[in-house]
């Protein structure tokens, strides 16, 4: 005589299938989303080109061969801007992070 077993065993064996494929998606989005991250990992933004790391005034920066872009990580443009705040050229910097950071302040006006 063959045991049919409960439904509420037929229920458990369900519920663990539809988490083993439900684990199974979340691997394999997380695989594809991991692979497509690296396919950009240090292209340049503007040409694509690979960047290259480069020491300016102690501050590595992401560099692009092809286009000369500069590309900062976060807080290399306000340590560029703390090490120039006296030159001229730090107050270029201090206007462009102050832009890029989303400042609710407006420029002064001449």
């Given amino acids: 005589m063959t045991v049919k077993p409960s439904r509420n065993e037929e229920e458990h064996f369900a519920r663990l299938e539809a988490d083993r494929i439900e684990a199974r998606r979340k691997a394999a989005a997380e695989t594809a989303a991991h692979a497509e991250r690296l396919t950009h990992y240090m292209k340049c933004p ?37 090490k120039n705040q006296r030159s001229g050229v730090g107050g270029v910097f201090r206007a462009i992070v102050h832009g890029v950071s989303g400042s609710s302040r407006k420029p002064p006006t001449e």
């Fill in 46 to 82: 503007k040409c694509g080109a690979d960047l290259h790391v480069e020491e300016m005034q102690g501050i590595q920066v992401d560099r692009c061969p092809d286009c000369d872009g500069i590309w900062f990580d976060a807080g290399e443009a306000q340590l560029l801007v703390a």
